[in-house]
């Protein structure tokens, strides 16, 4: 049975930083590719951000690039998502989630039915 469990959210100011934690169990790690999706109330569950199994292909959605780095641990069975220069539009509920394909653009699609139960990042301005 495949467990993921999220870890890291916190309030923070706008313009801070954060980083957060996922481990996963009940699979292959390291023969898995790995994404970070986020929800914020009202509003559609967003994926944001993925990487490859061999951690040389990464994929981050525009409302992220240049401010999120998603990496991982294969060692630890542990995958991490460091949130930089962090706005209010960032406030949601964090998921890791194992992904039944490549990471690229369409990664989202292809997200397994492996939910934890989040981790919470609050922006204030």
């Known amino acids: 049975q495949v467990q993921v469990m999220e870890f890291g959210g916190d309030s923070v100011q706008a313009g801070g930083s954060l980083r957060l934690s996922c481990t996963v169990s009940?699979?292959?790690?390291?023969?898995?590719?790995l994404g970070w999706f986020r929800q914020s109330p009202g509003k559609e569950r967003e994926g944001i951000t993925c990487?490859?199994?061999?951690?040389?292909?990464?994929y981050y959605a525009d409302s992220v690039k240049g401010r999120f780095t998603i990496s991982r641990d294969n060692a630890k069975n542990t995958l991490y998502l460091q949130m930089n220069s962090l706005t209010p539009e960032d406030t949601a509920m964090y998921y890791c989630?194992?992904?039944?394909?490549?990471?690229?653009?369409?990664?989202?699609?292809?997200?397994?039915?492996?939910w934890g139960k989040g981790t919470l990042v609050a922006v204030t301005s």
């Open positions: 009940g699979l292959i790690f390291e023969e898995k590719a």
């Open positions: 989630v194992p992904i039944d394909a490549g990471c690229d653009w369409e990664f989202a699609q292809w997200a397994e039915d492996v």
């Open positions: 990487i490859n199994w061999s951690p040389n292909r990464t």
